[in-house]
């Protein structure tokens, strides 16, 4: 099993990567209605997006070299991805335990860097190399056939008052046939945390979608079938905000995730601003 990419490595499959610029990193559309935080006026959105989770840290090469600049280019100027950025190994500041836990939730080869799209790697090996421009489109077809096997919507809320985060969200399952444990959880992401990125074409560099904090767990709440009112469930949760945090650039990203064999499958996902 290949446990990490290493920097001669890196250096030696550089040819196989497409030269991907490293363009702005861009959240999705504001999709949450922010001035009306109340739970029972969130608004649905009839529609499921793919996650797109970046597994990374800096101070992994390949991940500055390769991973960082694709999976912004895959999420420039398409708003039908949530992306996360899930920070794991070499002591890399970010990390929480939330995004070592959802590090832990892949299977197969526990590399990086890595990009998925819900379930599925999209990150194509070639002997000990990642082919580049194989990986970017794998990745594209992905995002474009993700489809769940059931269509739960989602929707949320999200204010900030003093120093406190507050989110409101909830989940809708259309036509709901299907039993199952399913979760839902409620991160709390920021955008331009200025660090260092080995492998980077400029240092520090800016980490988007980056798990800060997360409401009741990594994978927050759980429920059936049979907890739905109506088809439906709704939360609510406070985030205590941390100095270091700039608020300006907090968010919240909401995941509905199904259980199967003790493993979690991240059907839709949600940004609220």
């Not at 990490?4 to 209605?33: D, G, H, V, Y």
């Not at 909401?254 to 991240?266: D, G, L, S, T």
Request: aromatic content about 12%; overall charge negative; hydrophobic content about 35%.
């Amino acid at each position: 099993m290949l446990q990490k990419l290493k920097l001669p490595f890196i250096i030696a499959t550089a040819l196989l990567f497409t030269a991907t610029s490293c363009k702005k990193e861009n959240a999705p559309e504001n999709l949450a209605n922010s001035n009306n935080p109340a739970v029972e006026n969130l608004v649905y959105l009839k529609k499921t997006r793919p996650i797109l989770f970046e597994f990374t840290s800096t101070g992994c090469f390949g991940c500055g070299q390769w991973g960082k600049p694709t999976f912004a280019s895959l999420i420039e100027g398409n708003t039908d991805i949530i992306p996360l950025a899930v920070h794991i190994k070499y002591g890399d500041p970010m990390i929480t335990e939330f995004s070592t836990q959802l590090g832990q939730n892949r299977h197969g080869s526990l590399f990086t860097p890595q990009l998925w799209v819900n379930d599925s790697n999209a990150v194509v090996l070639q002997g000990n190399g990642i082919q580049g421009q194989q990986s970017i489109e794998r990745a594209n077809y992905l995002i474009e056939t993700s489809k769940p096997n059931i269509t739960p919507t989602l929707a949320a809320n999200f204010k900030i008052v003093d120093n406190k985060a507050e989110v409101n969200f909830g989940t809708q399952f259309i036509d709901f046939q299907e039993d199952g444990e399913y979760f839902i959880s409620c991160y709390l992401t920021e955008d331009k945390i200025s660090f260092q990125q080995s492998g980077y074409s400029s240092n520090p560099a800016q980490h988007n979608h980056v798990i800060r904090d997360a409401a009741n767990g990594t994978y927050g709440y759980s429920f059936t079938k049979a907890d739905l009112m109506e088809n439906k469930k709704e939360w609510s949760h406070t985030f205590e905000l941390l100095p270091n945090f700039n608020f300006e650039n907090l968010y919240s990203t909401i995941i509905v995730w199904e259980k199967v064999n003790n493993r979690y499958q991240a059907l839709n996902g949600f940004v609220a601003r």
